[in-house]
């Protein structure tokens, strides 16, 4: 019965997967060559400066691991006071609006938070903590924000599952919602926490708009949270490519190289483990 | 342990406090600054809205080429991607079998996990080998872009459609076999017509995904001052591109409230797709649990 399966639509996931396997060959191939012909240039060495010829950007790769991690501390522990509020801590009728407004910060645009960031944020932060207001800090803050809605899904889905799954249990052994959920549904929810954080870091590390809008650019390594800093998405969305060849153009194929493997190894790990849940 | 118990609470109500006050604030802040300037003014500036529309003159100070650039973009990106997408999903939710699932499902979840500006790179290298082989005039422009936002939207529309279909009960496949349909006549008219609700509001999903998204455009063809779309082969101009540059480079007031007045419209559209996506998604649902009672 199964075996008649239909051409067309074969021949179309087959096709997807192919473009996943050309996209990916083809930024991969184009990094690696970017690194082989160019050890001159030293791309992975701390120093930008194309005047001495110079592309160095170990401060850009240090800017996004601080950027993403820092983002994704504070998002993921907002993301898991929401869940537990929505799992026990507060009413029913809260754990309502907590889903709507969810589901509409998931549909902000974000260059719309950016956007609206760079004139509301960045004053702020300028006249209470000096510098220019485009930093670390206000990046982060709004990276943090953008990445809530898709963890919250993330983690509501498995602790609001393993809840029903436990509440008739746990509420005729005598525990209150309370107590349910720090010591049922919490400790079983483990995996998908760490999922949630991983997909996190992956969108984190990936996004484009808001450190080019918002972290102020400077390439250089950054000390405090009121220091400008450019990430690797930002140094791609800001070179414009005119000298194609030249170090600025190896030097975005390198960390576009870099991003994609990051990211693929961070889908395959959520993966992973989602799938390990399941089993 | 009953101190655990009020520290997780003040955890919690604490962001859900921080959340609210962080999102409510830019939101009603962007309403306050760019309600003013959401009128008609905004999309044909001082040209007749007859005549921007029609493109008899050109609109100097409104959004108007950004709009239709931005249509005629999304459309370009869904004629691109609906068919392999749905296709996809299809297959994975009906004909696959267990490896084949498998393999080709963590192919659309690494896809998703590709940074937008990436994609945006990938449009940009592969123009520049197109240059250097068969296409020396080629440049970047509506029809790269809208290529490349189409690979960035098929993980969207792939897993919703595979999960609309998948969500559908077991005993409509059986039903339809003790009534002597062949698999495929069982797919073609029981399952997808049952699940098309669900299918529009993954294409919906996408829609959105596709017409927010900036990092690939401006790295494939999205430029500042294009005018209306040309066509498939010229550069263009674009809602949130437009939203992007004003944010760094606005030289006066006026444009700063035009802006604001974009980068509002951006996000009420935004809403407005994803609120229909849900209509269609929970109609898909209720039609069932109708049927069930």
Avoid at chain 1, 94 to 122: D, E, H, S
Avoid at chain 1, 234 to 240: D, K, T
Wanted: hydrophobic residues 55%; charged residues 10%; aromatic residues 6%.
């Amino acid at each position: 019965m199964r075996n008649n399966k239909p051409v067309i639509l074969r021949g179309c996931a087959v096709c997807v997967a192919a473009i996943l396997g050309t996209v990916t060959a083809f930024i991969l191939y184009s990094g690696i060559e970017a690194l082989t012909q160019s050890s001159r240039l030293a791309l992975f060495g701390s120093v930008w400066s194309p005047a001495s010829g110079k592309f160095g950007i170990l401060a850009m790769i240090q800017a996004s691991i601080l950027l993403a991690l820092s983002a994704l501390t504070l998002g993921w522990v907002l993301s898991l006071g929401l869940c537990c509020l929505m799992n026990g801590l507060a009413p029913k009728f809260i754990a309502k609006i907590i889903m709507l407004v969810i589901n509409m910060m998931a549909a902000i645009p974000t260059v719309v938070y950016g956007f609206a960031a760079v004139f509301l944020l960045v004053p702020v932060i300028r006249d209470a903590l000096g510098g220019t207001g485009f930093c670390w800090l206000t990046a982060g803050m709004l990276l943090a924000l953008q990445g809530v809605p898709a963890m919250t899904i993330i983690m509501n889905g498995a602790m609001s599952q393993i809840s029903r799954e436990s509440k008739l249990t746990s509420q005729s052994l005598g525990f209150t919602n309370v107590q349910h959920l720090t010591h049922v549904v919490m400790p079983l929810s483990g995996k998908a926490m760490i999922s949630a954080a991983i997909i996190g870091l992956g969108r984190a590390v990936g996004d484009a708009l808001l450190p080019t809008m918002l972290a102020g650019n400077a390439i250089r390594f950054a000390h405090s949270p009121v220091d400008s800093m450019r990430t690797l998405t930002a140094h791609i969305s800001l070179v414009l490519s005119s000298d194609i060849g030249g170090g600025e153009h190896l030097s975005l194929l390198l960390a576009g190289a870099l991003l994609l493997t990051f990211c693929a190894i961070v889908s395959l790990a959520a993966r992973h483990l989602i799938r390990g849940k399941n089993s | 342990m009953k101190a655990r118990e009020i520290f997780l609470s003040i955890i919690s109500w604490l962001s859900l406090a921080i959340i609210l006050l962080g999102v409510s604030s830019l939101v009603v802040f962007l309403f306050m600054r760019g309600a003013g300037s959401l009128n008609a003014n905004l999309f044909f500036g001082n040209t007749p809205a007859f005549d921007a529309i029609f493109a008899l003159k050109p609109v100097w100070s409104g959004i108007w080429p950004a709009v239709a650039g931005s249509l005629l973009l999304l459309l370009v990106t869904m004629i691109i991607a609906i068919i392999p997408g749905i296709s996809c999903g299809v297959y994975l939710a009906c004909f696959a079998s267990v490896r084949e699932k498998n393999y080709i499902s963590t192919c659309v979840d690494v896809l998703a996990g590709i940074p937008s500006i990436v994609m945006g790179l990938f449009g940009l290298e592969l123009i520049i080998v197109l240059r250097k082989t068969f296409l020396p005039q080629g440049n970047t422009c509506l029809l790269l872009a809208a290529f490349c936002l189409a690979i960035l939207v098929l993980p969207t529309l792939i897993v919703s459609v595979r999960s609309s279909i998948e969500a559908l009960p077991s005993r409509l496949t059986l039903t339809a076999n003790a009534l002597g349909m062949s698999h495929s006549q069982c797919v073609k008219n029981v399952l997808i017509p049952i699940a098309m609700p669900g299918i529009l509001g993954g294409v919906i999903l996408s829609m959105g995904r596709a017409m927010e998204d900036t990092a690939v455009i401006m790295l494939t063809g999205a430029v500042a001052n294009a005018g209306l779309p040309a066509g498939l082969g010229a550069k263009f101009e674009a809602l949130p591109f437009r939203i992007y540059y004003t944010a760094a480079q606005y030289t006066s007031q006026e444009e700063l409230a035009r802006g604001f007045g974009t980068a509002l419209l951006l996000l009420l559209c935004s809403w407005a797709l994803i609120l229909l996506a849900r209509i269609f998604q929970a109609h898909l649902t209720r039609k069932w649990e109708g049927v069930k009672s």
